[in-house]
């Protein structure tokens, strides 16, 4: 079992950053696959961004490639999100997610945090 439990999400500007942390409690946090996902209001969740159990290899939607940067420090039991460059249509509730195996798909996800929410006002 896995708990997550995300901070940093706010209100900021057009063109600002923001970090984004998942806080994930359990022992077994450094056998799962991490990542970050988002969800607008009348729009389905979906992927931003990800990386695998050993902090190797991440991976990125378009829309955040070149923008945001995916960590993880395993031994804090902790994921960080960086978010730089952000755009109005950035704004969403940002969700931390934990899975078996490395995933862009929502229905892959073993578990969630209860998300935190992003607003980028132009």
């Known amino acids: 079992q896995v708990q997550l439990v995300e901070s940093g999400g706010g209100l900021v500007q057009a063109g600002g950053s923001l970090r984004l942390s998942c806080a994930a409690s359990?022992?077994?946090?450094?056998?799962?696959?991490m990542g970050w996902f988002r969800q607008a209001p009348g729009k389905e969740r979906e992927f931003v961004a990800g990386?695998?159990?050993?902090?190797?290899?991440?991976y990125y939607a378009d829309s955040a490639k070149g923008r945001f940067t995916i960590s993880r420090d395993n031994a804090k039991n902790r994921v960080l999100l960086q978010m730089n460059s952000l755009k109005p249509e950035d704004t969403a509730v940002y969700y931390c997610?934990?899975?078996?195996?490395?995933?862009?798909?929502?229905?892959?996800?073993?578990?969630w945090g209860q998300g935190t929410q992003v607003t980028v006002s132009s």
């Open positions: 997610a934990a899975s078996q195996v490395a995933t862009t798909q929502a229905t892959s996800v073993s578990f």
């Open positions: 359990g022992r077994t946090f450094s056998n799962y696959a």
């Open positions: 990386i695998n159990w050993r902090g190797s290899s991440t």
